[in-house]
């Protein structure tokens, strides 16, 4: 917490295990079923993209789990 009272907050695109934990870390991941995901990959325009390796980072992200260090 910051010597303000608020709790700072990071937003960018990592998988958890890439940050670093404090005493508390809240994760927010949006993320939605293989299927939309791959179907809008797709419907993107330009470059091709890999669609299913996005699918398996969403996956990896939807079973991620941290374990916070003791205090």
Do not use: Y
Request: glycine fraction near 8%.
């Amino acid at each position: 917490m910051a010597a303000n009272g608020l709790v700072p907050v990071f937003c960018g695109v990592c998988l958890p295990e890439q940050v670093p934990l404090g005493p508390v870390v809240h994760f927010l991941v949006l993320t939605c079923d293989a299927a939309m995901s791959a179907r809008r990959i797709e419907q993107r325009g330009g470059r091709r993209v890999d669609v299913a390796k996005h699918v398996r980072i969403d996956r990896l992200l939807r079973t991620a789990e941290v374990t916070p260090r003791a205090r």
